[in-house]
């Protein structure tokens, strides 16, 4: 009681406490996961019915470093959602506009024998929380060797494998090249993260992806 007879608090200075812890508060809000997207290695996969090619991306919470540490934050809740579209027009085709992502850190919606798929696993689209630091990898597309086209591929394309080699329905990509787009939708903020060309050439040696700077 002796220290507020002899700093009286004015009615001014509880005002002014009351808008900076409102400032305060507001701006924590307003800070997002610094989230970058850059293209990562291929997945050869040499399975019972051929030989496989998947293209990857990596999807980065970049870290930040000295002062600037107490902006970190972890990007939760996070779905990657893939746009295929029409080179050079740029529209999208038909039924791949709105493709979920694979985590490939995630759990393959097969059953523990590995011998059928989990319908259940591949029907649903967990949700990741990427913390600073982290970097993990969705797919995109695939190619099987001495095909002249490739699929998108995510969780549900686990369904065709063993009968169709991951060839879902109405997924067929024939063009030689076409674009990506890629989006993130997380608690913390929902925006485009990058744009890619995918070349789709005859052999899984030429089917390649790159990035579009912005």
């Given at each position: 009681?002796?220290?507020?007879?002899?700093?009286?608090?004015?009615?001014?200075?509880?005002?002014?406490?009351?808008?900076?812890?409102?400032?305060?508060?507001?701006?924590?809000?307003?800070?997002?996961?610094?989230?970058?997207?850059?293209?990562a290695?291929p997945?050869?996969?040499?399975?019972?019915?051929?030989?496989?090619?998947?293209?990857?991306?990596?999807?980065?919470?970049?870290?930040?470093?000295?002062?600037?540490?107490?902006?970190?934050?972890?990007?939760?809740?996070?779905?990657?959602?893939?746009?295929?579209?029409?080179?050079?027009?740029?529209?999208?085709?038909?039924?791949?506009?709105?493709?979920?992502?694979?985590?490939?850190?995630?759990?393959?919606?097969?059953?523990p024998?590995?011998?059928?798929?989990?319908?259940?696993?591949?029907?649903?689209?967990?949700r990741?929380?990427?913390?600073?630091?982290?970097?993990?990898?969705?797919?995109?597309?695939?190619?099987?060797?001495?095909?002249?086209?490739?699929?998108?591929?995510?969780?549900e394309?686990?369904?065709?494998?063993?009968?169709?080699?991951f060839?879902?329905?109405g997924?067929?990509?024939?063009?030689?090249?076409?674009?990506?787009?890629?989006?993130?939708?997380?608690?913390?903020?929902?925006?485009?993260?990058?744009?890619?060309?995918?070349?789709?050439k005859?052999?899984?040696?030429?089917?390649?992806?790159?990035?579009?700077?912005?």
């Amino acid at each position: 009681m002796e220290y507020f007879r002899l700093f009286p608090i004015s009615p001014f200075d509880v005002l002014i406490g009351f808008i900076l812890a409102l400032v305060l508060y507001y701006f924590d809000k307003r800070i997002e996961p610094l989230l970058e997207i850059r293209i990562a290695e291929p997945s050869l996969l040499p399975l019972q019915q051929g030989k496989f090619k998947s293209l990857n991306l990596e999807i980065t919470n970049k870290k930040r470093e000295g002062i600037w540490k107490i902006l970190n934050r972890p990007a939760t809740q996070v779905r990657i959602i893939l746009s295929f579209q029409d080179y050079p027009s740029k529209i999208e085709m038909n039924g791949m506009d709105r493709i979920i992502a694979r985590w490939n850190s995630s759990r393959e919606p097969v059953t523990p024998n590995y011998q059928d798929v989990d319908i259940g696993l591949a029907l649903t689209n967990p949700r990741e929380v990427v913390v600073p630091g982290e970097r993990t990898t969705i797919s995109v597309a695939i190619k099987k060797e001495g095909w002249t086209f490739c699929y998108p591929f995510n969780n549900e394309s686990y369904i065709y494998q063993k009968k169709d080699d991951f060839k879902r329905p109405g997924w067929e990509i024939t063009d030689d090249k076409f674009y990506v787009r890629v989006y993130i939708e997380c608690a913390e903020l929902q925006k485009q993260l990058g744009e890619f060309i995918v070349l789709n050439k005859t052999g899984i040696e030429q089917f390649k992806i790159s990035q579009i700077k912005t």
